[in-house]
């Protein structure tokens, strides 16, 4: 996390199933962090999987169109520095 989006922390309210919870829980205290640092783990690897998935999909495009130029990857590759 940058630190600029660390001085910006949200609380939210999250619905789930109370045996996902328990299992939240779980896993959490084998990790020996806390249910807040797990589900925030879990997040930012989620979000890093996508921008990842959005520049597979750009050289899978680039690939794919042998009269394409860079311009669509450097399109993506900016989507996902600007999404961070």
């Known amino acids: ?3 600029a989006e660390k001085a910006r922390i949200r609380q939210v309210t999250l619905r789930i199933p109370d045996h996902l ?3 939240a829980r779980r896993t959490a205290h084998r990790r020996r ?3 807040n640092a797990l589900l925030r783990e879990v997040l930012e690897r989620l979000a890093e999987e996508d ?3 959005i ?3 750009a ?3 680039l690939g794919a169109d ?3 130029g860079v311009e669509g990857f450097v399109t993506a590759q900016r989507e996902v520095v600007r999404r961070g």
Do not use: V
């Open 59 to 61: 050289y899978d495009a």
């Open 1 to 3: 996390m940058l630190a």
């Open 33 to 35: 962090i806390s249910l």
């Open 51 to 53: 921008r990842q998935a």
């Open 21 to 23: 919870l328990q299992e």
């Open 55 to 57: 520049l597979r999909d």
């Open 66 to 68: 042998a009269d394409a």
